[in-house]
Every structure is written in C-alpha cells, then in structure tokens.
C-alpha cells in the first residue's frame, strides 16, 4: 500500500471557524509533512514531523497548528483563517527511518491527493 | 540558497514526439534531484528519483538525466501520449533533507 489519504477532498469555512484536515498513512514511515499549495505554483512546506515529534516549522501562522497522534496519522488544525490561506493543502510522507542508517539521497516523498480549502 | 529552475514554463507538442524537459539547480549539495507529476488540482505523483551518485533513472518512457557539475536534469519522455498531458515540478533535495521546488513545466500533448 503507497497511498497517503487526505480528508476532507474540499472545505469551505468562514474566518471565524474551527476545523480540521485528516492525512493517514499506512507505509510505516516515520516522517510526514504538510504542504500549501497556491495555483500555478509549486508546493510550500509547512511543517515536518519526525518520529512523532515536529522537526520543522516554516514560520507558519499560528492559525494553523499541526498535530500527530501516532506514526500514522497527521492533523492540521485550522482557526481564524484569513481569505489568502485559501490553497491547496497537501501531505506527504516519506521513509525517513533511522533504522539501518538513514539514507536522505533514496527518500521519496509520496502525497496525498489534497484538500481543496476555500476561506471566505 | 538553493534555487532551482525549470524551462520551459509551458511546452506544447503534438502526440507521438519525443521531448525534453529541463531543470537546473544552483548548489551541487544534493542529496538528489526529484521528478514529479501533477495533474491540475491533484496531488503529486513521484516520477522518478536520482540519488547524487547516479547519473540516470529509466521507467517505462521517461528517463531522467543528473549532471551535478553542471546543475542540470533532464527528463525525457519517450513517444508522447495526451495523457502525459500535466505540470512537471522537478525538486532537489538539499543538505536539510527539504525538498527545493522548481515552478514547474506545464506540458500538453496535443491529439
């Protein structure tokens, strides 16, 4: 199984509301990332986890909070959206593992189909 | 700072050509240079992968060249067919395991 789900497939929410973006991975890999994705660009990262922990945060508002409950699964949560973070949201997952040596140079990220968000 | 380029922006060819797809990198510190496929508001699909120490990646019709020294991949689509049509994003890998993203060719293949 190479798939990474994303769900919602769409969201539109007002600025004033709280919700959630779901990725689920079953690969057994211990790096997940988000993306956002603006049209007719190319994808922005967001954040990284690392073993369940978070290695990178890109200076990313804090209207957007990641979390990851276990090594499958990785939230976004979203609050008080502006209009601009309207985009396409994506994840990622990768093998990133320690066991028997990392090796970066063979590490490929495998996405998620997206979440199409609309911030009105 | 790593920077990466791709050229063209757009390309547009009828079915049955073969064509080449450029990306260009500025710092040779790669890990490896990635291909990727996008189909419009979808996500990406890993097309091929080339680790610092290759060359060359082949799979099916596509083969993607690496020159470090010079900063430069190719990806080659052998006999094109309209659903090739897509954006290809090209991406190296820097010293902090991030991928660098080029803007992306936007290719269609014309029936």
């Known amino acids: 199984d190479t798939e990474v789900t994303q769900t919602p497939k769409h969201l539109v929410m007002g600025m004033t509301n709280k919700k959630s973006l779901k990725c689920e991975q079953h690969?057994?890999?211990?790096?997940m990332y988000w993306y956002k994705q603006k049209a007719k660009k190319p994808p922005e990262l967001m954040f990284v986890?690392?073993?369940?922990?978070?290695?990178i945060n890109e200076s990313v508002p804090s209207r957007f909070s990641p979390e990851c409950p276990n090594s499958s699964l990785l939230n976004l949560h979203l609050h008080a959206l502006q209009p601009e973070d309207s985009a396409l949201y994506l994840c990622?997952?990768?093998?990133?593992?320690?066991?028997?040596?990392?090796?970066?140079?063979?590490?490929?990220?495998?996405f998620g189909p997206g979440t199409r968000l609309t911030v009105l | 700072k790593q920077e990466v380029t791709q050229i063209p922006a757009a390309l547009s060819v009828p079915e049955g050509e073969n064509l080449v797809l450029n990306c260009s990198f500025t710092?040779?510190?790669?890990?490896?240079l990635q291909w990727f496929r996008q189909d419009p508001g979808k996500g990406l699909t890993s097309l091929l992968l080339?680790?610092?120490s290759q060359r060359e990646q082949t799979s099916g019709r596509l083969n993607a060249s690496l020159d470090k020294s010079s900063g430069r991949s190719t990806l080659y689509i052998a006999a094109s067919q309209p659903g090739d049509s897509a954006t290809y994003l090209c991406?190296?890998?820097?010293?902090?395991?991030?991928?660098?993203w080029g803007a992306g060719t936007k290719l269609i293949i014309k029936p």
């Open positions: 990622a997952s990768s093998t990133h593992s320690l066991a028997g040596g990392f090796q970066p140079g063979a590490d490929t990220q495998y």
């Open positions: 690969m057994g890999h211990r790096a």
């Open positions: 986890y690392s073993y369940e922990k978070l290695s």
């Open positions: 710092d040779s510190a790669i890990y490896n």
């Open positions: 080339i680790q610092s």
């Open positions: 991406a190296a890998m820097d010293s902090n395991y991030q991928l660098i």
